[in-house]
């Protein structure tokens, strides 16, 4: 069965970091593109960073030179820094798991970052 299962939310000030982790089960993780979205209240979900399974990574601008995507192939975990955070950084963060061939794309249970002074 394949299963996301995220981790590292939490609460933190303006200026400080988190990272954010997501662990595939169950698949050939070099054949799944992971992407890290978000949704603040009230606001539509976004597409924050992507990264293949060649490397290649992709940000969207609010959170480029401070967010950084990176994967461990080994451990099937994805991982999101997130440094310099702002209180307009506050969402719900969401993995997603998108495969490369086939029309499947898998979500995570979704884990709360709060930014706030």
């Known amino acids: 069965q394949v299963q996301l299962v995220e981790s590292g939310g939490g609460s933190v000030q303006p200026g400080e970091s988190l990272r954010l982790s997501c662990t595939i089960s169950?698949?050939?993780?070099s054949m799944w593109t992971m992407k890290w979205h978000r949704q603040a209240p009230g606001k539509q979900r976004e597409l924050v960073a992507a990264i293949t399974g060649g490397g290649s990574t992709n940000y969207t601008d609010s959170v480029k030179g401070r967010f950084t995507i990176s994967r461990d192939d080994a451990k099937k975990t994805v991982f999101l820094q997130m440094n310099s955070l702002k209180p307009e950084d506050t969402a719900v963060y969401y993995c997603?798991?998108?495969?490369?061939?086939?029309?499947?794309?898998?979500w995570g249970q979704g884990t709360q970052v709060t930014v706030s002074s």
């Open positions: 169950g698949v050939i993780f």
């Open positions: 997603n798991a998108g495969h490369v061939r086939l029309p499947v794309n898998l």
